[in-house]
């Protein structure tokens, strides 16, 4: 079992940034793929971000590319998402995930085995 718990999000003016951390505890946190999603009322959920166990793979959704970073610090068992130049289109609940399937990135919802509760993002204009 992996528990996550996520902090960071908010209230911001677009233009603004945002850091979210996502604190992870029970199974060992560097043998988990990790990403970030996000979901509005009425959509399905999506992928921000994932990233690999060591950090050295990353994968971005092309809404975030270039705006998003996603860490981790494996010796402090957090996941990081760093939120730059903030859009109004950015508005949703923001959701760590944690994966047992480590051979590549992934990127579905259905290969995530451990989620947060969420934390709520909003960008005003």
């Known amino acids: 079992q992996v528990q996550l718990v996520e902090s960071g999000g908010g209230l911001v003016q677009a233009g603004g940034s945002l850091r979210l951390s996502c604190a992870a505890s029970g199974r060992t946190f560097s043998s988990c793929g990790m990403g970030w999603f996000r979901q509005v009322p009425g959509k399905e959920r999506e992928i921000v971000a994932a990233i690999s166990l060591n950090g050295a793979s990353t994968y971005y959704a092309n809404s975030v590319k270039g705006r998003f970073t996603i860490s981790r610090d494996n010796a402090k068992n957090n996941l990081y998402l760093q939120m730059n130049s903030l859009k109004p289109e950015d508005t949703a609940v923001y959701s760590c995930?944690?994966?047992?399937?480590?051979?590549?990135?992934?990127?579905?919802?259905?290969?995530?085995?451990?989620w947060g509760q969420g934390t709520q993002v909003t960008v005003s204009s």
């Open positions: 995930a944690a994966t047992k399937n480590t051979d590549t990135l992934r990127l579905g919802t259905n290969a995530y085995d451990y």
